[in-house]
Every structure is written in structure tokens, then in C-alpha cells.
């Protein structure tokens, strides 16, 4: 295994040791997220099933789940599968399967209408993710992810650019290079999706939120 996959293994698996403190701490996605996923990909609950990769205890899950879509999380920490079992238990059509997505099969051969991931599809092997997408979709899915990352916008709240030296000094600073990116200076996985091959027709939204 590669140092840098290595890494990525080690570094998946420490959220699953805060997984009681992670559905409170993590911030909501804002619904304007989820219309315009659900609207993009042509959505609809009596029609379509959905996957979701690296579930955690359901952040990203309830909101569709309260929209009657029959989804199947799977999420590879044990205590984060429990915490998300416990959060959607009132959701008869959502089934949580502790795995990694990287060798999980589902149950039976159902093709899923979306695969999605919140804040975890890096977390996936580079070699195996969309591969292992394209194949559980049913012809015309989608897939569907999405990062939450810090930006600075102009006259934003200097506090964090204030601070750095103190992250610096515990070792968690900015990795070289990163800055201070505004909203529209993000960069997109665009060329990423493409050069896989599999997928078509790539769309790109931003959501601002605090």
C-alpha cells in the first residue's frame, strides 16, 4: 500500500472516535443543497433509491430521508453505523450497513437512482470509487458529492486569519500554499470526474452558509 493510501486509511478511521460528538458538532448542509441535488438528478421518492458512502451517524441522511427516499448508508466506522442506526431508527425505509464502500455489495441487486457523499468521497480510494459508482447506478443514475470547505469572503470575519500563529504553534496550521480562498476561488473535481471516464454531463454548485 502507498504511504499517501496508508494515510488516507489511518485518517478515515479517527472519525469513527468521535462519532457520539459528531452529529451534534458537525454543521447542518443548507437545504438549498439538497433541492437542487434532488432537482439536478431528476429525483423522486417512489422511483429511486439512493446510496450513500461514508453515512457517518447521518448528517446528510435525514434530511432525504425525510423527503421519502429509501436509502441505503454504508459507513465503514462501527460506532459511527451505531449512532447513525440510532438517528434514523424512525426512518422505515433507510437501512445502515457498517462496510467500506470499497468491497461492499448490496444484499440484492438493486440499482441505486443516486450515489452520494457528504464531506466523504476523498475518503474513498481514487482507484475504486468511481468504478465501484458507476456500477451499483442503474442506467441514468447519478452521483453526487460534496465538501464543506472554510472560505473568506471580502469583509468576512478577519478572527480565523487572526489566530493562525496559534494553530502554527500546536502543529495544525494551513498546509503550505492553501491561503485564504474567497467563495468563487474553490476549485472543483471537475477534470477529475471526466478523466474517470464513467460519468457525463458534470454539474457544479456553490452554497455560501455560516
Not at 12 to 36: G, V
Not at 146 to 162: I, K, L, Y
Request: glycine share 8%.
Amino acid at each position: 500500500m502507498p504511504p499517501e493510501a496508508n494515510d488516507r486509511e489511518l485518517l478515515r478511521q479517527t472519525f469513527n472516535t468521535a462519532a457520539a460528538q459528531y452529529q451534534e458538532a458537525r454543521p447542518e448542509y443548507p437545504s438549498e443543497l439538497y433541492a437542487a441535488l434532488i432537482a439536478l438528478a431528476g429525483l423522486r421518492p417512489e422511483a429511486d433509491s439512493l446510496c450513500e458512502v461514508g453515512a457517518g451517524p447521518g448528517k446528510a441522511t435525514i434530511p432525504l430521508a425525510r423527503r421519502g427516499f429509501r436509502i441505503t448508508c454504508v459507513e465503514l466506522g462501527a460506532a459511527l453505523a451505531g449512532e447513525a442506526m440510532r438517528n434514523l431508527a424512525g426512518f422505515d425505509r433507510v437501512a445502515v450497513v457498517n462496510a467500506d464502500f470499497e468491497t461492499w455489495r448490496p444484499a440484492s441487486p438493486e440499482a441505486f437512482g443516486l450515489v452520494f457523499a457528504a464531506t466523504a468521497w476523498h475518503w474513498i480510494d481514487p482507484e475504486i470509487r468511481y468504478p465501484k459508482a458507476r456500477e451499483l447506478l442503474k442506467p441514468g443514475g447519478h452521483l453526487a458529492f460534496w465538501e464543506a470547505m472554510h472560505v473568506f469572503p471580502d469583509g468576512g470575519d478577519p478572527f480565523f486569519r487572526e489566530i493562525q500563529d496559534v494553530y502554527d504553534k500546536i502543529n495544525e496550521g494551513l498546509p503550505p500554499g492553501s491561503g485564504f480562498p474567497r467563495p468563487d476561488e474553490l476549485a472543483d473535481s471537475t477534470a477529475e470526474i471526466e478523466a474517470s471516464g464513467l460519468f457525463t454531463g458534470v454539474a457544479v454548485r456553490r452554497f455560501d452558509w455560516e
